[in-house]
């Protein structure tokens, strides 16, 4: 594949079929191209295995209780008068001269129960269409860092090149299944029109769903009109159709302020989904104890979730966890710690006692792409993936707690991800795969290697790593004793090398432009936010 | 703590009162000394999650119908006479010119039926003594490397000195639960001999249980004899104690040598437990389903774990899963990988099937402690401990698959283990780790750093690591840019230098002196197994 951003012609109304056209002979062509790098098809991905349960019944009930008494009788700042009017209007304890809303358990559960508890988050290649929820597993990778870094370049702010790399990659890789946001900010456009260059690239660098931010109510309808188009859909249809994904986080302790209520009150007036996630780091902005945390959040959570329903009841929204705990040393946040995993597994207790889906991340504190950076994301993956979230946000790229996105960090988790997603493959025990007969053929003391019942497998037997080195000792030694970060930096290149922009229909690249070109003219969104 | 071998002297009798004493003055040197690694103390540790299920009821039930049918049609060959005629005995199908054995279902179900459900494993210093079983989770460090490594000296054959500092960290850290094996192979002391003073240095480096190699039946007697002498026991309660423990492999396929056969006499025989595993590589000495590879494990692990019942009902024993993958395009061994991840989970499945204790291992395939050798080994816990094992091996140190093992992995891998077991403690939800007064007296928009609930428990919050570096970027990159790999090199000199030999009484020190060097005077061991 050769690396272009060129939109390839197809005739209109051809998009979805020629797309999938398009798709197959790309896929033809890596096949063709023994270099290219070996992947699994995008799929829909089921987690096979029960949730862990962290704490018992009893226990979930206490930290539920207790956040409802929080909700009930210390309340949360909600700071935006037409939210303060939506909450009055439904009920909640409030008076003009403060923000504290006061929320009675009735109220919340009330609210909580129009949530569905799966939706479809559709792109605008509908092969890339997600289910949010149920046995679901989806994730994105790094979001919202303001630094990237790679082994030639090092550590800077990002640039929008930086930014559009990010996206490439998020494209080449089938296991990433949407973006979760800006992989790096490009601080080198003016923030009144990020949003509408970023997320137009979205659109046209790659075909899967995408996330766009709450800060400030004019961003989120121009992230949602972008996505509308982008999806060819009218007004009508794309309230009906969950097209675009947003996070709302509360400032904690308590408090949710104007950019993330009208994120809220935009993104849920009109049927797109939000995911309420706390930001409960305990030692913090949250009680030091990690049942203390989870009470805070949960609180915060139910807070947000319940007011989305009451803006518009039955708007698809998520439960988020990002407790974790700061080093008490230094006051620095840290994660994929045991008490990050932890926290992880019963938030997701606690999302599936509300029947929502939950959203986790595979986060970590380390500087550099080493030994810390892999286990600190892989005990995140961990809680995540065995506390059964829905969607896992940051798994692909993120490092020093969100500072940076790693180009190298990305492509080392793309091969934990196909880890993973291989991992999640339920278990063939067919007669064939428990194979007597082979162990007859071969039997005591012989080898498998060369028996009939391998050879038909054995090409698509096993996960095939992408980064792991495999070579014995010496071998790998004389080959200069590369480590995983050595490795990645080639396959990185090798990746945006072979990066291949989807086809867009021309009307909609048309359309598009013109919004783009249209509300740049108009000076974008303010930023005094 | 100064480095030092020297054995204290204690008044006969006064070992176990003494070596508490000892041990707390010791604490309170290591408190008052301000540079000391911080770590908990030894403990009993209980995994708190149900284990996770990777197969079904009748998967479970297909795989294990399969392995009887082996058992049943296909036959293990038992390569010993001795352990032929006790299986004929018992009623076996054997032919007296083969070593094929085939045991019908009913004569290896009724045979694992004596086996317990837990045992406790002795050790020399009974604050150190291990339940294995249940949910009770024990770990030990690598075992059987030919070759060690660490950053100043490279990698090289093990060497007595290299197999000291490795006895010397395992004593070191409160977290590793006993002596697996030798760390590392000390090929500078004759082969003859090696299991004396190997297995003396247990005893005297450390007050931890240890395990022996079944390399011959004249090994399995000296190492007991050694447990015996360390224990205080005499030959009567020796056979009622568990005091030692011994890893038994199948030569898979479907074979058990005489060295492993008598391994199992001799241990069985005397009550003493053993492991056994089967090397189950999917696509070498296995099936190249996953499936498969479970069946025969599970076929040679209940091969041999009847076979211990015949030899003694009611000896205790392990069931041992090792079941991986090659790499198919070089045939080399692989670990942590998704497959071995999910058998590791159905390895727990069948043990519990059996009301056996369950071993894994926590391994991988990389050359150095690089993030890939964090993933594989963090996916191998992940596959162990959500398995639910009871005991896991190869926990600390491991590399290469087995064939180095490394001082600075060693150190990573004590981080990695504490935090796990922090991890595996259950979640304190009391109302005071609820926190609601503390999220009340801080209110929206406050912080919890200087609050009296963060005051009065930040110390102990949280795990703190002595790896991970949680620095901010810029500091970090101030001071080198440290690695874990370089944090890693610091920690294992510092654990080395503080370490402490642990108080021996001295007529049991002379026992075991007599003796050695009396076996050592006969010749040790022969070396032509």
Redesign the interface.
């Known amino acids: 594949m050769a690396q272009t951003d060129e939109i390839e012609g197809l005739a209109p109304g051809e998009e979805a079929a020629g797309g999938r056209r398009r798709g197959r002979r790309g896929r033809r062509e890596v096949q063709g191209h023994s270099d290219a790098i070996e992947q699994k098809p995008f799929r829909a991905r089921r987690n096979?295995?029960?949730p862990?349960?962290?704490?018992s019944e009893d226990?979930l009930e206490?930290?539920h209780s207790?956040s409802l008494?929080?909700l009930e009788?210390?309340?949360?700042?909600f700071i935006n008068s037409e939210a303060k009017a939506l909450l009055k209007a439904a009920g909640a304890d409030i008076s003009p001269s403060s923000?504290?809303i006061r929320m009675d358990r009735g109220l919340v559960l009330e609210a909580l129960a129009s949530a569905p508890e799966e939706f479809i988050l559709h792109a605008r290649n509908p092969e890339r269409n997600l289910k949010v929820g149920g046995d679901s597993v989806i994730w994105s990778g790094v979001a919202s860092a303001p630094n990237c870094a790679d082994a030639q370049r090092g550590?800077r702010p990002g640039s929008q090149q930086d930014y559009r790399d990010f996206l490439r990659l998020s494209q080449a890789f089938n296991v990433i299944d949407l973006n979760g946001g800006y992989p790096v900010e490009p601080v080198d456009i003016h923030a009144s029109v990020r949003h509408l260059d970023c997320i137009s690239d979205f659109v046209t660098l790659t075909d899967k769903a995408f996330h766009i931010y709450s800060l400030g109510r004019e961003r989120n309808l121009d992230g949602m009109e972008i996505a509308r188009i982008a999806l060819g859909l009218t007004h009508e249809e794309f309230e009906r159709t969950p097209s675009v994904i947003s996070i709302i986080n509360s400032?904690s302790?308590?408090?949710l302020d104007t950019p993330m209520l009208q994120g809220i009150i935009e993104m849920s007036r009109r049927g797109q989904p939000i995911v309420l996630t706390p930001f409960t780091l305990?030692?913090?902005?949250?009680?030091?104890?990690?049942?203390?945390a989870l009470?805070?959040q949960n609180?915060e959570a139910l807070a947000g979730l319940a007011f989305a329903q009451i803006v518009r009841p039955g708007a698809p929204v998520v439960y988020g966890g990002f407790t974790s705990?700061?080093?008490?040393?230094?006051?620095?946040p840290?994660f994929g710690?045991?008490?990050y995993?932890?926290a992880a597994l019963?938030g997701g207790q606690l999302a599936r006692r509300y029947k929502l889906p939950y959203r986790s991340s595979a986060v970590c504190?380390?500087?550099?792409?080493?030994?810390?950076?892999?286990?600190?994301?892989?005990?995140s993956l961990?809680g995540a993936i065995?506390g059964g979230a829905n969607y896992i946000k940051h798994a692909a790229g993120w490092l020093?707690g969100g500072?940076?996105a790693g180009f190298e960090k990305f492509v080392?988790d793309i091969d934990?991800l196909q880890?993973?997603d291989?991992?999640l493959?339920p278990?063939?025990?067919?007669p064939?795969?428990?194979?007597?007969e082979?162990?007859?053929d071969?039997?005591?003391?012989?080898?498998?290697?060369g028996t009939a019942?391998?050879q038909a497998?054995?090409?698509t037997?096993?996960?095939?790593p992408i980064?792991?080195?495999?070579?014995?000792?010496e071998t790998?030694?004389d080959a200069g004793?590369p480590?995983?970060?050595d490795k990645a930096q080639v396959v990185c290149r090798k990746a945006l090398a072979e990066y291949e922009a989807p086809p867009l229909d021309p009307a909609i690249a048309e359309e598009l432009a013109a919004f783009v070109a249209r509300r740049k003219a108009e000076g974008g969104a303010p930023t005094d936010f």
Chains 1, 2 share one sequence.
């Not at 071969?442 to 290697?449: E, Y």
Request: glycine share 6%; hydrophobic share 50%.
């Open positions: 096979p295995f029960a862990v349960q962290a704490v226990q206490a930290i207790a008494d929080v009788n210390i309340g949360v700042d923000d504290r550590r400032s302790p308590l408090r305990a030692g913090a902005m949250a009680p030091v104890t990690v049942a203390g009470v805070q609180a705990n700061v080093d008490m040393k230094s006051g620095a840290a710690t045991p008490e995993m932890q019963v504190a380390a500087n550099s792409p080493d030994a810390q950076a892999a286990w600190e994301t892989v005990f961990w065995m020093e500072l940076t080392i934990l880890m993973m291989a991992f493959q278990l063939d025990t067919s064939d795969a428990l194979a007597v082979a162990i007859r071969v039997g005591p003391g012989g080898h498998f290697f019942h391998t497998r054995y090409k037997a096993f996960y095939p980064i792991s080195d495999w070579r014995n000792f790998w030694r004793s480590t995983a970060y």
